[in-house]
């Protein structure tokens, strides 16, 4: 890496933290409980619209995984959001009227609450969709992984995201509010994914799965990314720059071994192919708040019409993280 | 009253002291020495947790760093401490703050009973180590270590590279030879003492403070002295992993320290609440007095290690991406490559499939769509037959296919009407087993039922890719198993070759072939090819087909197939 490369990422670096620093006025806060949060407790944030009903069993996932505070940013919800999460002792809560689109799809907000709040704390950044899954998930806390990663010097956890759907239609059996997503999507691809590594911010970009197998297939360039680096333990100079695919500096997304050896990784269970899809993707569509026109969304409206189902004979039933450790999906690393 | 224990304490004192009690309550002194660096709320609370528990003493605290002469000292001090007061004590055991007995206290007790003048310290001359991490394993006694590995690496690694071209070299003291072994011992008093009393202790002090990492020589050095009784192993059960630090045990290894029968392990996660429940509850045990066998426990961290620097054959993810050449494995499982063959014979994947059991795909790489076995649209790990998706990225829709198909031969037939990008793929890789007929697919053009302009024009464009692709398979850095006939060759005699290529397939199998696949009727082939150079084109990769003078009798379309000897 040259000095000239260096100092461009540095640059784009300052700008997305000076950005980030702007659209801290979109921010009015709701609830502030941040006088909680003790120097090592874990911290989630995320950004969320409309999300009432998934959100019960969102907070009871990752408090039993260990997460001691919760930020959000509501982005202007209209369902109840943001009084239910107003009521909740352990999260902390921002209101964004402005255009989801014009923060970078919230990323912009995020960087600032992690600015401001996630210095020297083992962050999370998901999607109220995405459940994170780690080696040893089943027995050991989410703290065991982060005093072990701070152990090993580790300052960055990757986590695939693994998209789940039902058998059968997806619309077919009706999501209720508390209930474990994955009792309905159950489903996944396990060997279809393509990667490729990308030089100017050194982080794998990885496609494939469901989404691209049914939706995507005449158009795979357009397939969403599913390389994530959902953990981070945080500095206020880092800044995520494309949702949370890649961060700068750009050390954090040397999350792979290019030796031939493996490193610890997880994944983030994706539970967006349940029943609230198609109101999602009416409303999303309507918006047109999404990357890149939406055309992702609208993919789906088409894709789930004419084919509603996304299982095939070849997809996998989840059992546990051990079984996507065989499949070769995530990696339990050197840590036994 | 025959063990006491000395703790050395840096975090997590909470259960340091929950340990030191059992230890107490159970007969046995410790001495806890508390890193200095601790601050002193901690430290307070730790003594007022265990006040008014007997034979508990707290040492004088030094600092100490990782690898530096403070936990030496702190050692020393502690030990001194545990002599003097507990003059009933015969053997001392050094722990930590993080480790914990998985064996009952009386178990340990017995064991040290019945061998009363053992010293169990791991103690290796330099020579035979294997284990150090940096490359240091002499030169941590004769070099000069001023500057702290691990805040200031550069200035550490610089200093001794300038000491190794400068040749510097300090002075072993006389009649010492290093030895280095595991921090955790379990001495006798008479061992101990002579160490600590001894009249060069200064001189040895001296010494070992500008060694590196002293914890894990100065008593590992000195005890050849002044012991006759040496049983080189650590009772601790401690392991490393390839940085060097040591892994963690938390509550899922439950059964794996029980079976373990060693006496005290480190290190515990702190919050392993289940671990330090049922090994400090008074019910634990209660097996047979056994010798400690960490040979499990070695298994499993061993292939920790091998993950993390060798990984998985053939596995590209999130968090294995290897570079170039040094994959470990370019895919998971060895493969075979026909090309050809399916434009020669007839049916040419059924017979093939029947022969060798294993699972024949067709041109995985045509241009219209993906031929999976038996027509699948869909295939194993859900990968899908769009020639969009695979061609998007042919190298990961390949590996994918043999890692997901891992334990079953993948056969495939590939052609230059392929998608050629795949082709310097499988040269380079170890695992493909490449079988060309060069010119086979002249054979569909010559039954095609097309105007013969186009017939040409589609033979110069298929002569040249393949010309392209076989210059790949012949060049010098090609690690594939190739074979290559021209078609000429392998009409000839077939059943040669196949049977090579079916031998190394399946091994075992070690049969004669006796049904030869149907080939195709090349009644006239030779003339067709002259009138391809009649036109102007110069089909050069079939090899030698003379005008008009056909290579087979038409006898093999009719009838039973022809019997081999």
Known sequence: MGIWTTYRLRLARKRWRLRAFRKRRELTPVVS??????????????????EKIRLPYFLRYYRDLGINHFFFVDNDSDDGTREYLAEQADVSLWRA?????????????????????????????????????????????????????????????????????????????????????????????????????????????????ARSRVFFADNPERAPALNKVPLVKWHRDYAYVSSTHMLLPRGLNLVYDEWGGEKASGCLLHAKFIDTLATKTAEELRRKEHFANSHEYRAYQEGLLASPDLWCKWSEKYINWRQLEILGLMSKGNWA | MSVGFVMLCHTALDRAAQVARHWAEHGCPVVIHVDRRVGKGP??????????????????????????????????????????????????????????????????????????????????????????????????????????????????????????????????????VPHLGSQWWCLTRQTLSAILESPDRAAHDAYFKRVWIPDESYFQ?????????????????????????????????????????????????????????VFLSDDAGNQPAAEPNPGKIDRLFSKAVERRTKGRAGLYMQSRFPQWNWENGMTAAPYSVFEGFSELFE??????????????????????????????????????????????????????????????????????????????????DPNAQISVISGAWAVPLFRANVNFGEIRKEAARLQKIEAAHLAELRDPSVKAKVRIWTLAEFVENPMEPLQTIIDEISPRSNRRLTEAPRMADLTGFGQFLQNLRNQGMQPVLMGDFPAGDDPRPTTTRRGRPYLVK
């Not at chain 1, 080696?135 to 005093?147: G, H, K, N, Q, V």
């Not at chain 2, 892994?247 to 005290?264: A, E, G, M, N, T």
Request: charged share 25%.
């Open chain 2, 347 to 428: 049916n040419f994947d059924i017979w093939l499939g029947k022969v060798t059991g294993t699972r024949v795909h067709g041109h995985l790489f045509a241009p219209d769509r993906v031929a999976f076995a038996g027509g699948e649209k869909v295939y194993n790990g859900a990968l899908s037959d769009s020639a969009k998706l695979r061609d998007y990225n042919p190298r990961s829709f390949l590996v994918s296919l043999i890692w997901n198909t891992r334990g079953e031969r993948q056969c495939l037939q590939f052609g230059p009407d392929d998608n050629q990008e795949i082709g310097a793929f499988f040269a380079r």
């Open chain 2, 43 to 176: 430290f307070r609370r730790m003594q007022r947790v265990l006040e008014g528990v007997a034979d508990i003493r707290f040492s004088e605290r030094f600092a100490c760093e990782w690898g530096t002469w403070g936990l030496v000292a702190a050692t020393q001090a502690a030990s001194t401490l545990m002599l003097r007061d507990f003059p009933a004590v015969r053997h001392v055991y050094l722990a930590s703050g993080s480790c914990l007995p998985l064996r009952p206290v009386k178990e340990l007790v017995a064991y040290l009973d019945s061998r009363p003048r053992t010293d169990f310290i791991e103690s290796v001359t330099t020579e035979d180590v294997g284990w150090t991490v940096g490359g240091l394993n002499i030169e941590r006694f004769t070099l000069r270590f001023p500057f702290s590995w691990r805040k200031q690496r550069r200035l550490f690694d610089g200093y001794v590279r300038l000491q190794r071209r400068l040749g510097f070299r300090r002075r072993i003291p006389a009649g010492l």
């Open chain 1, 97 to 209: 009227k402005a255009s989801y689109k014009r923060a970078r799809f919230g990323v912009d907000w995020l960087n600032w609450l992690l600015m401001r709040h996630g210095h020297g704390h083992w962050t999370m950044v998901v999607d109220p969709d995405e459940f994170f899954v780690y080696p040893f998930c089943d027995t050991r806390p989410l703290r065991a992984l982060t005093d072990w990663l701070d152990a090993s010097s580790i300052k960055s956890f990757s986590a695939m995201l693994l998209d789940m759907y039902p058998k059968g239609p997806v619309s077919a059996q009706p999501y209720r509010e508390g209930q474990d997503p994955f009792e309905i999507a159950n489903w996944f691809d396990s060997g279809n994914y393509t990667m490729a590594k990308n030089p100017s911010y050194g982080n794998l970009w990885i496609q494939g799965g």
């Open chain 2, 221 to 277: 050095t000195l005890v050849r002295q002044v012991s006759a009784n040496v049983e080189s192993r650590s009772l601790t059960l401690s392991k490393f992993d390839f940085q060097g630090k040591p892994h963690i045990f938390y509550d899922d290894h439950l059964q794996l320290l029980r079976k373990s029968d060693c006496f005290v392990a480190r290190k515990i996660w702190p919050h392993a609440d289940k671990l330090y429940r």
């Open chain 1, 33 to 50: 409980r941040i006088n909680a949060v003790r120097p090592n407790h874990l911290l989630l944030f995320s950004t969320v619209r409309n």
